[in-house]
Antibody, heavy 122, light 110 residues
Framework: EVQLLESGGGLVQPGGSLTLSCAASGFSFSSHAMSWVRQAPEKGLEWVSSISGSGYTTYYAGSVKGRFTISRDNSDNTLYLQMNSLRAEDTAVYYC???????????????WGQGTLVTVSS | QSVLTQPPSASGTPGQRVTISCSGSSSNIGSNYVYWYQQLPRTAPKLLIYRDIQRPSGVPDRFSGSKSGTSASLAISGLRSEDEADYYCAAWDDSLSHVVFGGGTKLTVL
């Protein structure tokens, strides 16, 4: 059974940093691209970032490029999102999602985690 | 302002057929596959349609996808109360080099 478990969310001040983690199990982690998708309160889905199975290729939304860094540890089956220079508009539930293929260049998200809430406020 | 345009709301009565549209451009829907997600209240999204028309195992055949040019549609036939949810389309955008979502459509079953 595929399981994705996010952690690391919480309250952070504007300008601060936070690192989200997503522990994966039930599939061959290194063979699958992974993504982060967020949802601000009462808003729609917004794709944030994707990373290929090998970790060599990454993609970012314009709104987070230069501030967020996606990475993965295939030896530990864990996906990360390092978030710096956080802004109020980054407040959202962050979901990690599994892609059924090595490439991250398409929005085919088979499995989703339960999400972790990030609140950016002073 | 989302790159993919969906109507904010749709509605229907039980048993009816409803369609939700998703309008894009040549750099996204016009040249890449479309994916549809269902999000029930207070839950994570669920993949409903992939590669324009394919249904994952477990998704009822009441749900179907179609695409023509730079627009796509999700059709739900035999509408049921449990279909009341938010629906999102998504695609890769070649110009932006990233994934784009529609703004979402809230489906109400009257």
């Amino acid at each position: 059974e595929v399981q994705l478990l996010e952690s690391g969310g919480g309250l952070v001040q504007p300008g601060g940093s936070l690192t989200l983690s997503c522990a994966a199990s039930g599939f061959s982690f290194s063979s699958h691209a992974m993504s982060w998708v967020r949802q601000a309160p009462e808003k729609g889905l917004e794709w944030v970032s994707s990373i290929s199975g090998s970790g060599y290729t990454t993609y970012y939304a314009g709104s987070v490029k230069g501030r967020f860094t996606i990475s993965r540890d295939n030896s530990d089956n864990t996906l990360y999102l390092q978030m710096n220079s956080l802004r109020a508009e980054d407040t959202a539930v962050y979901y990690c999602a599994e892609v059924p293929g090595e490439s991250g260049s398409y929005p085919h998200f088979d499995y989703w985690g339960q999400g972790t809430l990030v609140t950016v406020s002073s | 302002q989302s790159v993919l345009t969906q109507p904010p709301s749709a509605s229907g009565t039980p048993g009816q057929r409803v369609t939700i549209s998703c309008s894009g451009s040549s750099s996204n829907i016009g040249s890449n596959y479309v994916y549809w997600y269902q999000q029930l209240p207070r839950t994570a999204p669920k993949l409903l349609i992939y590669r324009d028309i394919q249904r994952p195992s477990g998704v009822p055949d009441r749900f179907s996808g179609s695409k023509s040019g730079t627009s796509a549609s999700l059709a739900i036939s035999g509408l049921r109360s449990e279909d009341e949810a938010d629906y999102y389309c998504a695609a890769w955008d070649d110009s932006l080099s990233h994934v784009v979502f529609g703004g979402g459509t809230k489906l109400t079953v009257l």
